[in-house]
């Protein structure tokens, strides 16, 4: 159950948005073997003069940025697996925004499985009732 939040620097942009929820979601079930089934994603944008990166606004730089959080229950990936990820990721989100500043970052995070869940319920009494 992948929760994926992607921040975009930029205006809002409804092609871009399916873009990045469509991609998002094959990429992140594909490397870090999830069902497409339980993902969910949330897009944001951020103006470019509202993004700071080392004291000067993405605007001034001339640069786009994302921000990528993947929320995953923890101990249910390797680490290379997350090092695969964070490289196509960096990858794919490149290549649909352009001109990425080198210092959009990516985070998957591990959550212990009795703090996290959906439906009410959490991950571990998913795993115990399995």
Same mark, same amino acid.
């Given at each position: 159950?992948?929760? #994926? &939040? !992607?921040? !975009?620097? +930029?205006?809002? &942009?409804? =092609?871009?948005?399916? @873009?990045?929820? =469509?991609?998002?979601?094959? *990429?992140?079930?594909? !490397?870090?073997?999830?069902?497409?089934?339980?993902?969910?994603? #949330?897009?944001? $944008? /951020?103006?470019? &003069? @509202?993004? $700071? #990166?080392?004291?000067?606004?993405? =605007?001034?730089?001339?640069?786009?940025? $994302?921000?990528?959080?993947?929320?995953?229950?923890?101990?249910?990936?390797?680490?290379?697996?997350?090092?695969?990820?964070?490289?196509? %990721?960096?990858? *794919?989100?490149? +290549? *649909? #925004? +352009?001109? /990425?500043?080198?210092?959009?970052? !990516?985070?998957? /995070? &591990?959550?212990? %499985?009795?703090?996290?869940?959906?439906? +009410? /319920?959490?991950?571990?009494?998913?795993? @115990?009732?399995?």
């Amino acid at each position: 159950m992948p929760g #994926i &939040d !992607i921040t !975009i620097s +930029g205006q809002p &942009d409804s =092609a871009l948005t399916h @873009q990045l929820a =469509a991609q998002l979601t094959e *990429l992140t079930c594909r !490397i870090l073997k999830k069902e497409p089934s339980r993902t969910r994603v #949330i897009v944001r $944008f /951020v103006p470019q &003069d @509202q993004w $700071f #990166i080392a004291g000067r606004s993405l =605007a001034e730089q001339g640069k786009r940025s $994302f921000q990528l959080e993947v929320t995953v229950t923890g101990e249910t990936n390797t680490r290379n697996e997350k090092a695969d990820y964070h490289k196509a %990721a960096y990858e *794919l989100l490149g +290549g *649909l #925004i +352009g001109n /990425v500043h080198p210092h959009s970052s !990516i985070h998957v /995070v &591990d959550c212990h %499985a009795t703090s996290y869940g959906y439906g +009410g /319920v959490t991950q571990e009494w998913r795993y @115990q009732h399995a």
